[in-house]
Nanobody
Framework: QVQFVESGGGLVQLGGSLRLSCTAS????????MGWYRQAPGKQRELVAT???????NYADSVKGRFTISRDNAKNTVYLQMNSLKPEDTAVYYC???????????WGQGTQVTIAS
């Protein structure tokens, strides 16, 4: 069974930092794209940041300069370092991984990130 285990969510004060981790285990291969999405209450899920196996990254405008995505390909793990957190960052964050063709896609269970105002 494929498992995506997320960790690192929680409550943090305005301006604080948090680091999310997502590790894939099981028969998971060809994870070219790994990244993070988030969904705030009453809003649709949106892309936060993605990375490719060869180092390319992409960030939502709302998090550029504050969030950093990184990955450990050998461990099938992706991280999201979140700094200078704002109340608008409050959401459930979901780990995502896809094959290069995007024919295969996987989702983590989601982890709650709450920024106290």
């Amino acid at each position: 069974q494929v498992q995506f285990v997320e960790s690192g969510g929680g409550l943090v004060q305005l301006g604080g930092s948090l680091r999310l981790s997502c590790t894939a285990s099981g028969s998971v291969f060809r994870l070219y794209f790994m990244g993070w999405y988030r969904q705030a209450p009453g809003k649709q899920r949106e892309l936060v940041a993605t990375s490719t196996a060869d180092g390319s990254t992409n960030y939502a405008d709302s998090v550029k300069g504050r969030f950093t995505i990184s990955r450990d390909n050998a461990k099938n793990t992706v991280y999201l370092q979140m700094n200078s957190l704002k109340p608008e960052d409050t959401a459930v964050y979901y780990c995502n991984a896809q094959s290069r063709s995007r024919a295969l896609t996987y989702w983590g269970q989601g982890t709650q990130v709450t920024i106290a105002s």
